[in-house]
């Protein structure tokens, strides 16, 4: 059935013959025999297009066209773009325009958008919409891609630079060389050409291939695993299971470490891997799955929260009494006194709300490639992760070896938004099957294993209340959250406290009262979803305080102002709010988006909505107990002065935090943006960083960054004040020279002084390192969770049309005002909000994991789990407000997190505003639109004397 | 995830096809443009250890018109059907429907020949091509036959082919004088989207008033099916928004549909209605009657 068949295909201008088998795809041969990795593979089924090539001029999916049905056929591949070593236009516009992000949709969405302006050199942009319709970009990066293929013709036949666009953005009146300047992405280059390698692009010498297996029960006691008919299977190389791997319990929280590298007694979930394959490739792995006999002893299983904790319910984690009655986190925070806050209120209003199971759902699948060292037990990872710190501590601890025989790479990631914020079975089974085999091994999830794996956003059942006075002011607060975690912790501890920590950011609360109950049950790990925990509650409360405003007949907008959080205030739960410029999000937002002429007054079947949000600038406290500065980075300058090493571990992962580093660092230094090269994250050419979660890399990673060039400035400008006989307090370094501030033609050339200060001392090098202010938070139980140095608060208004017929949501136009600090680059700034506010739009309308019969999921795949597509994007505008944080370097503070918080309560509000109809269950579906416009109907068709309450009972909708 | 086993043949001509296909039966597929069926092994759906390519059978491509009939072979691609001019002058609501479908990528290969011949219940070009008259052309080891669009579908996935029978053309008689089409689909996202319910209309017009109409539903039912109590209902009446009305609460009333991910039963049947609606109110537009 395998033999082999030859086909002819012209790839890239190239005749190739291959040899190839029955079910090849165009996409593995373009891969695998032709090492062609810039053709991504991002679902395998025909639904994400990140394998996007053009086949005799047409757009194809790769991965759904076999090799055969390629013979004979011209075939050109991101690599085939750039002519002669220059960047086809197109690919110059992607650049200039920020029309990237992660990156790994990026070769098929220039694919897409060559095969159009090949047929139709200038095409309108609803043409555009329609050809790039079928290129997932989790990033949300559609209105710049729109904008870079609309404008490649500009860019025909001119020179590539990292300068920035000309019609480049700018928020903020800055007098900095480099910061504030929308320069290229330093990784742009690299992803627009395909060069850039993600994990599973990686390549060793010998390298071989594993697969998991999975439990196909929700719940049950594993009897007996029988492996000997898959380790029979030729190109079988080692197969393993809970019997094979060290026996410890490990997991991101260390308060809550639940998690076995492969089920030893239990399983808990669908998917919960069981067993490993290492073979000499993917199908034989596959094929030797299928062999793998797991007898199960089924036990009862639980799918919901409530049904969890109900008397009798099966225990999820009999292992350990904390986790009875499967309890996994309990919080009870109480500030003020909310009894006299409600007394005092004149009005007072409750709901419950409910937030669902969405997926991050990255472009990029989670990989890992292991190469064991047979001499002196060294470990080499290469892995797909946010956090190359956890991850390589959790090796350690796991596989019982020093940090020190481990070295963890992070290439390339194409995009996490919290997925790969931890270990996975992925890492640890590649480590020991490497060590096993003495072979390179590669592992990677199918897009259906993502789902399963998930650590996605957390069920959450909200029951907020909230008091007011006459005028608005908010009196008190009460919320109570059941947050369904799913068989292990995984963030969730923290999520727990996130849920309820963030609340009184955003509006002065004197008394507040949250309880928080996280709980397991038998479904994949719930974890940590940009904004962690918070989006939710978020949306809640900016629903419920625009009913209130209704109640009151305030201006939504109004209200938040009267409630708005102010610079310098320590919130009831003992956050220091450090700058904020939230009342500037508000009014500009309002003004610039007509909220006056449109509130109210829009046609039936449109609306305006407000909501408003804010996020930490990186977690107070690491999520382990350590002393360590939680970020650090050496500068080297190069001996002959022209050129600077950068090295920070921190993960660029989509956000740009690659690019603002560099930044930072040329600014500091005094020399130009590309004269900075940023050294690989690498643990061994790197100190500790974080990672990339609590949106803490700017200002975190750029203080450390900042440090260590400050230190290396001080040096050269040792060797300048001696030369010039000054102080070197008196210099300045700029534009690749340090000079005299005061006499700016007095000084000398950047790279002349690195020579001097390298010939006089050696390296010049200088280290940084941040930590965060000590003793942030209060001292209570939990206080940790959402302290941070500063904070960023942002307003967004959403304008939506809704199909009255049959409750299709329409979003027609965002505007963000957000207070981030200084911007260090206006175009991932840019970027970031509006993918967020794109993230938002499916997490509000279309997005939920569906759970089926016996807890299989029923839709873990992109066909059945929509998330936007460029067709849904709106006309968006974002603006940075004037805003400077102390804490941050230059200023600055977070922006990708905070941006997604306003957007699910602006969209909610927006819709009540068109229809009438409140959706407090999240997504807001046309059919509980529906739903909710029928129940107004009848309301108004009911004789005056009936009572109301079925509006109330209506799941998930009601009416004005 | 499972492995794609199949052995992989490429016949030179129909003939050879259908001998292939009739000689492996139950264990082979007709392999078009994979977009459906590579999707289906690794779903598990399907499980054909032959795969029988039919891109070398130049006879079964192209778009053409024969005694006044528009001929679609059954290896046109869905982007073939969606651009054709000869399709969108004789029905464009088929155009329009094969434009619906997924995204740029799969219509480059996706054809309407697998649309029709996977048989998925909310597939777009059937209700188009079954509002429009069409008949389907199939040929098999025992000869050629043909039969009214309609009557191909006979089950979610399935058909009424005969072992190594291939679609080969989707014949779009002349449309009637005074004729008008339309085709309304609703799916949870614009872009690449499942129809969770479909209604295409051909409304004959004469003398202001409706002398035929033909309704197909997609979505919501096993089949695509005709809709023949509403448009019994439209016929001999002037069109009218009451009219219409009454035709899209048949049309709910007559649909099957099913709950399932993409929606409930009675949503789709909320939804049929209001697609029918329009689509009645476009086709008599199109057919030169105000509706």
């Known amino acids: ?960 | 995830m499972a492995v794609m086993d199949f052995a992989y043949h490429r016949p030179a001509n129909l003939a050879e096809a259908c001998a292939l296909g009739e000689r492996l039966g139950a264990d082979a597929a007709f392999l078009a443009g994979g977009t459906e069926l590579l999707p289906d092994y690794q779903r598990q759906r399907e499980t054909a250890r032959h795969l029988i390519a039919l891109d070398g059978l130049e006879e079964l491509r192209g778009i053409g018109v024969e005694d006044g009939s528009l001929v679609i072979g059954g290896l046109a691609t869905i982007a073939q059907v969606a651009a054709s001019p000869l399709v969108s002058a004789c029905f464009p609501a088929l155009a329009e429907a094969a434009r619906s479908i997924g995204s740029p990528q799969i219509r480059s290969r996706a054809t309407i020949g697998g649309n029709f011949c996977r048989a998925v219940p909310c597939a777009d070009t059937p209700p188009a091509a079954v509002a429009a008259g069409a008949l389907v052309r199939l040929v098999g080891p025992g000869g050629k036959r043909a039969m009214d669009a309609e009557r191909f579908f006979t089950g979610p996935r399935r058909t009424a082919l005969h072992p190594g029978e291939v679609l080969a053309a989707i014949v779009i008689p002349r449309q009637p004088a005074g004729s008008g089409g339309s085709y309304q689909r609703f799916a949870r996202r614009q872009g690449s989207a499942l129809a969770v319910a479909a209604v295409a209309a051909r409304i004959t017009m004469n003398g202001g008033r409706i002398v035929d109409a033909r309704l197909a539903l997609g979505a919501v039912a096993p089949v695509p099916m005709l809709a023949t109590r509403a448009a019994a209902a439209l016929v001999g009446e002037p069109p009218s928004a009451h009219l219409f009305a009454l035709a899209g609460a048949l049309c709910a009333d007559e649909a099957l549909p099913i709950t399932d991910l993409r929606g409930t039963a009675d949503f789709r049947r909320e939804l049929v209605s209001v697609l029918a609606n329009r689509a009645l109110a476009q086709a008599t537009e199109r057919a030169g009657g105000a509706p």
């Not at chain 1, 991504?40 to 055969?68: F, H, I, N, W, Y």
């Not at chain 1, 047979?374 to 710190?389: F, I």
């Open chain 1, 1 to 960: 059935m395998s033999s082999e068949m030859l086909v002819h295909i012209t790839v890239n201008g190239q005749a190739r013959a291959l040899a190839v088998k029955p079910n090849a795809t165009l996409l593995s041969v373009l891969r695998d025999h032709l090492d062609l990795t810039g053709t991504k593979k991002g679902c395998g089924m025909g639904d994400c297009g990140a394998c996007t090539v053009v086949m005799d001029g047409e757009p194809v999916m790769s991965c759904l066209t076999l090799a055969a049905a390629a013979d004979g056929k011209q075939v050109t591949t991101v690599e085939g773009l750039a002519a002669g070593g220059d960047l086809h236009p197109l690919q110059k516009s992607f650049v200039k325009h920020g029309a990237l992000q992660c990156g790994y949709c990026t070769s098929g969405a220039l694919m897409s958008s060559k095969a159009l302006i090949d047929r139709n050199p200038a095409p309108a942009p609803d043409e555009i919409r329609e050809a790039l319709s079928g290129n997932l970009c989790r990033c949300g990066t559609y209105g710049r891609m729109l904008r870079a293929v609309e404008g490649w013709r500009e860019f025909d036949g001119v020179p590539f630079d990292v300068k920035p666009h000309e019609h480049g953005e700018q928020d903020q009146a800055r007098d900095h060389a480099v910061v504030g300047r929308g320069v290229t992405r330093y990784d742009a280059p690299d992803k627009v050409t395909g060069r850039a390698k993600y994990t599973a692009d990686l390549h060793l010498p010998g390298m071989i291939h594993a697969k998991l297996l999975g439990s196909r029960i929700a719940h049950g006691i594993i009897r007996r695993i029988d492996v000997s008919k898959a380790r029979a299977l030729p190109g079988v190389l080692a197969v393993i299971t809970g019997a094979d791997v060290p026996d410890v319990w490990y997991g991101v929280s260390p308060a809550r470490e639940d998690e076995q590298i492969l089920a030893r007694e239990r399983v808990r979930y669908v998917g919960d891997e069981v067993a490993a394959v290492a073979a000499v490739d993917e199908d034989t792995a596959e094929r030797a799955l299928q062999l793998i006999e797991v007898d199960y002893e089924e036990l009862p299983a639980v799918f919901d929260a409530e049904a969890a904790v109900a008397p009798g319910a099966p225990v999820i984690h009999p292992e350990h009494p904390r986790y009875a009655g499967n309890i996994n986190t309990r919080v009870d925070w109480h500030f003020g006194d909310v009894a006299r806050g409600f007394a005092e209120a004149d009005h007072v209003r409750a709901r419950s709300f409910v937030g669902n199971r969405t997926y991050q759902a990255p472009m990029e699948p989670h990989a890992a490639l292991a190469r064991w060292e047979p001499h002196g037990d060294r470990l080499t990872l290469w892995a797909s992760t946010q956090v190359p710190h956890y991850l390589h501590r959790s090796l350690s601890r796991t596989l019982g070896i020093p940090m020190g025989n481990i070295r963890v790479i992070r290439p390339s990631v194409g995009g996490g938004f919290g997925a790969k914020a931890e270990a996975t079975p992925l890492d640890f089974c590649a480590a020991m099957l490497s060590r096993m085999t003495g072979r390179p091994v590669l592992m990677e999830y199918t897009r259906e294993e993502m789902f399963r794996h998930f650590r996605g956003r957390h069920k959450q059942h909200i029951d907020l209340k909230v008091g007011v006075k006459r005028d608005g002011t908010i009196t008190a607060v009460e919320q109570r959250v059941v947050l369904d975690g799913g068989a292990y912790t995984s963030f969730g501890v923290i999520t727990a406290y996130y849920a309820g920590s963030m609340l009184p950011t955003l509006y002065k609360m004197p008394n507040y009262r949250y309880e928080g109950l996280r709980v397991y049950t038998n479904l994949p790990a719930s974890g940590a979803f940009r904004g962690h925990g918070v989006p939710q509650p978020r949306f809640a409360f900016e629903s419920l305080l625009d009913m209130i405003a209704e109640d009151l007949g305030i201006d939504p907008i109004e209200i938040r102002l009267r409630n708005a959080m102010e610079p310098g205030t320590r919130t009831c739960n003992a956050l220091d709010i450090s700058s904020c410029e939230f009342r500037e999000t508000l009014t500009r937002a309002r003004d610039a988006s007509g909220w006056r002429e449109k509130k109210g007054k829009l046609p039936r079947g449109k609306g305006i909505g407000v909501g408003c949000g804010g996020f930490v600038s990186g977690a107070g406290y690491p999520i382990y107990r350590s002393d360590f500065p939680h970020s650090n980075a050496v500068i080297r300058v190069h001996e002959d002065g022209t050129g600077v090493s950068l090295h920070i571990a921190a993960a660029e992962i989509g956000q740009g935090s690659d690019t603002v580093m560099v930044q930072i660092a040329a600014e500091e230094l005094g020399v130009p943006y590309e004269q900075v090269w940023l050294v690989e994250c690498d643990t061994v050419l790197a100190s500790l960083d974080l990672g990339a979660y609590s949106s803490r890399l700017t200002l975190m990673g750029g203080n450390a960054v900042r440090m260590a060039a400050q230190r290396v400035k001080a040096q050269l400008c040792d060797v300048v004040s001696r030369e010039l006989g000054c102080d070197a307090d008196a210099l300045e370094a700029r534009g690749g020279r340090i000079f005299m501030k005061d006499h700016p033609t007095l000084g000398m050339e950047w790279a002349v002084a690195a020579r001097m200060a390298f010939s006089r001392t050696g390296p010049v090098v200088g280290t940084g390192s941040y930590r965060p202010p000590e003793n942030l938070g209060g001292d209570f139980k939990g206080g940790a969770v959402g302290t941070s140095p500063a904070y960023s608060f942002s307003t967004a208004i959403a304008e939506v049309t809704v199909d009255l017929e049959t409750g299709y949501v329409t979003v027609d136009r965002f505007t963000d005002f957000s207070d981030a600090g200084t911007v260090i680059n206006p175009v991932t700034f840019h970027g970031q909000v509006e993918g967020s506010i794109v993230m938002g739009l499916g997490e509000a309308l279309l997005e939920d994991t569906v759970v089926g019969a016996g807890g299989h999921l029923s839709n873990p795949n992109l066909h059945d789990y929509l998330i936007p597509t460029i067709r849904e994007t709106p006309e968006i505008r974002t603006v940075a407000v004037e805003s400077y944080e102390p804490h941050g370097p230059f200023g600055a503070k977070e922006i990708g997190e905070g941006s997604l918080l306003p957007v699910m309560g602006a969209i909610a509000n927006a819709v009540y505003d068109a229809c009438g109809v409140r959706v407090t269950e999240l997504p807001i579906t046309p059919e509980k639109i529906l739903q909710g416009l029928r129940t107004a109907a009848e309301a108004i068709e009911a004789p005056a004397s009936e009572p109301m309450p079925a509006i109330l009972q209506s799941p998930g909708a009601a009416v004005r």
